[in-house]
């Protein structure tokens, strides 16, 4: 048998379907076993010697679900079905527009923000006074969303949205990751900021269990695919009712004095795509003009490039006329961050 007859036998059969199939297919007819997948598995290889590196002895198990989580209780990760192969991966993309975790960048952030919950709840570090005075009441109810203050300097960066102002679990685990991160030099980067004292305090803890053996290590897979009797399409159902609760009228205000509808006449410019083709510039002039810090000005503008795409908002007159209205509404933006803007995100 040669290798591509190999590799044809290992391909599902609904790996073929279109899209409106595969939505008809339930989870658990997709028979999601173990990542198998290249990227993947050296993601979670990676994972486990940076653990290791730090003398925490602890490699947690992986499944599939829905999505990335790390359940209370169990110190292991589930990490989302669109993940475990190429095509649910591109019905992602066109079903959610972005894939989390779809480049061995933001992959490993992810699995370092999951990895500290499971760390957190294997050595059961949120009961120590250590863990609640620095990051709050750890039982609080979470949210159905955020509101973050885009100027704060009272929690680390990591994940998009600002997830760290999410929930003090959020939080322990946004400085756990950066914590865990080999090259985030996060006492230089943080000097000054609050946060700081947080990543000190994580120093504290982990050298508290450093070459320790976990003394919770439940190997439960909760939510497992393997038993999901949801279809793609109701689940990506949920997904939508779900971003509807979003509030981004705060950016939204901002946008409406330098973007409007399509004109009935004459060429004109989508405001996504001069914004997106521009960001590296338009970034550079945020923290400029603004004394805002890059990944804040950077979130800001993505966040405004998918509120002008949702919106189909569009530039009016000419090419160069078109960047200068991007260039004033991007410093409006990043000043009205720095003075702390309110953004709402859904949990």
Partial sequence: MSRAERRGRRTPAWARDTDARL?????????????QRAPLRRAITRLHRELDAAGISLQPHVWFSEEWFSPDGVPGIAIPFYLAHPRLERLERRMARTVEGGNSTSLLRILRHEVGHAVDTAYRLRRRKLWRDT???????????????TGSREYVQHLDGWYAQAHPAEDFAETFAVWLSPR????????GWPALAKLEAMQSMMTSIRERDPPVRSATRIESVAANELTLGEYYRQILVRRVHCDFSAIDRLLGRAFGGKPREGRASRADTLLRARRVEL??????RSEIDAYSAGQLLDLAIERCRERQLWLKGSR????????AMVVRLARAGRRGIKVGFAL
């Fill in 184 to 191: 985030s030099g996060w006492r230089k980067k943080y000097a």
């Fill in 23 to 35: 939505l008809r297919r339930r989870f658990r007819d997709l028979h999601l076993g173990l990542p």
């Fill in 283 to 288: 970034v550079g002039l945020a923290t400029q």
């Fill in 320 to 327: 160069p006329e078109c960047v200068q209205h991007a260039r």
């Fill in 135 to 149: 990051f709050g009441p750890p039982r609080a109810p979470y949210p159905d969303r955020y509101a973050v203050d």
